[in-house]
């Protein structure tokens, strides 16, 4: 079966096909850019992007939405991630954390699929920023974000070992849970 990515994002593509491949679903890539409003939740962005894009593309899609949350910046840069890495990036975020004890953070995706409704799956990570960028694999923060339970960052970890914990594997793992049990 194959189902459309529409994103920019090659990692999360590769991330997407490494989970779903083995079960069967092969995901096309649909760099088809679409608006992704200033809401103050993921779910309101992956919303408005399906009713945007829904008469656009024929074919059941799905679109992901996804941020870094951290504490003790009141949840900054949350919705605005992706602006607040294209600016400040990795080491704008390391100096604004200079200083600062508490390092936790958790990292969110909402996947909002399409095929005549709108379906939400999402998925949570905790952990910690760390102190300096560590890595070279994954994209985006993964060189300084150190999820709970181990000591390497994601950007040390293979797409396999990220997908087996990350927010990203677990939002994939619902829609896959959700495709198994529909798609009968
Ligand atoms: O280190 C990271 N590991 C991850 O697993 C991850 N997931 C999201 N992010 C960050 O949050 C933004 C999301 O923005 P985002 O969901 O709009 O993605 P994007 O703009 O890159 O692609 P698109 O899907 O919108 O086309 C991205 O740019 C990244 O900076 C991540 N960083
Ligand atoms: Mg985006």
């Keep these: ?13 590769k991330e997407a096909s490494s989970l779903l491949k083995p079960l069967g679903i092969e995901v096309e890539q649909l760099k088809f850019p679409y608006p992704e409003i200033q809401a103050d939740s993921l779910e309101e962005v992956v919303e408005f ?23 003790a910046l009141e949840g900054f840069p949350g919705v605005y991630s992706a ?26 995706s909402v996947i909002g699929y399409y095929d005549g409704k709108v379906h939400i799956f999402v998925g949570k990570v905790y952990g ?17 974000f150190v999820p709970d339970g181990y ?25 896959h849970r959700w ?3 529909n798609l009968k």
């Excluded at 992007?49 to 504490?71: A, C, Q, Y």
């Excluded at 890495?85 to 604004?96: E, P, S």
């Excluded at 200079?98 to 990292?107: P, S």
């Excluded at 910690?128 to 300084?144: A, C, L, N, R, V």
């Design 1 to 13: 079966m194959k189902i459309f990515f529409i994103t920019s994002n090659p990692g999360k593509v």
């Design 49 to 71: 992007g399906i009713r945007w894009l829904k008469d656009k593309v024929s074919k059941p899609f799905f679109i992901e939405d996804s941020g870094l949350f951290i504490e």
């Design 83 to 108: 602006y607040v890495y294209r600016t400040i990036g990795l080491d704008g975020i390391l100096k604004l954390m200079e200083g600062i004890e508490n390092r936790r953070a958790y990292f969110k």
């Design 128 to 144: 910690k920023i760390s102190h300096e960028k560590k890595g070279t694999q994954g994209f985006g923060y993964d060189p300084i």
């Design 151 to 175: 000591d390497k960052t994601f950007a040390e970890m293979t797409t396999e070992e990220k997908n087996a914990i990350s927010h990203r594997g677990k939002a994939l793992k619902e829609f």
């Design 179 to 181: 495709l198994k049990e």
